[in-house]
Nanobody, 126 residues
Framework: QVQLVESGGDLVQPGGSLRLSCVVS????????IAWFRQAPGKEREGVSW????????YYADSVKGRFTISRENGRNTVYLQMNSLKPEDTAVYYC???????????????????WGQGTQVTVSS
């Protein structure tokens, strides 16, 4: 059974840092692409970052580029999202998800065909 469990969300001041974790089970992390999405109150879900399994390539939304870093630790079946220089507009529930394919494809835009975690709340506020 495919499962993804996020953790690490918290209340943090602007300019601060957090590291989110996503522990996966039921599939081999190094064979499949994985991504982080977020949804802020009253807004649509949006893609934050993805990591391809084949060549380890990464992609970041413009809004987080240079501040967030996605990585994985296959031996721990865990994907991380290191978030630095956090801004109030980063406040959202953050989800990890996988299409169970090596690359994300159109799922990045449609949010279809993905296995999702339950989400973890990140709040950036003074």
């Amino acid at each position: 059974q495919v499962q993804l469990v996020e953790s690490g969300g918290d209340l943090v001041q602007p300019g601060g840092s957090l590291r989110l974790s996503c522990v996966v089970s039921g599939f081999a992390l190094d064979y499949y692409a994985i991504a982080w999405f977020r949804q802020a109150p009253g807004k649509e879900r949006e893609g934050v970052s993805w990591l391809s399994s084949r060549d380890g390539s990464t992609y970041y939304a413009d809004s987080v580029k240079g501040r967030f870093t996605i990585s994985r630790e296959n031996g721990r079946n865990t994907v991380y999202l290191q978030m630095n220089s956090l801004k109030p507009e980063d406040t959202a529930v953050y989800y990890c998800a996988t299409p169970l394919t090596p690359r994300l494809g159109s799922s990045w835009y449609t949010f279809q065909g993905l296995y999702w975690g339950q989400g973890t709340q990140v709040t950036v506020s003074s």
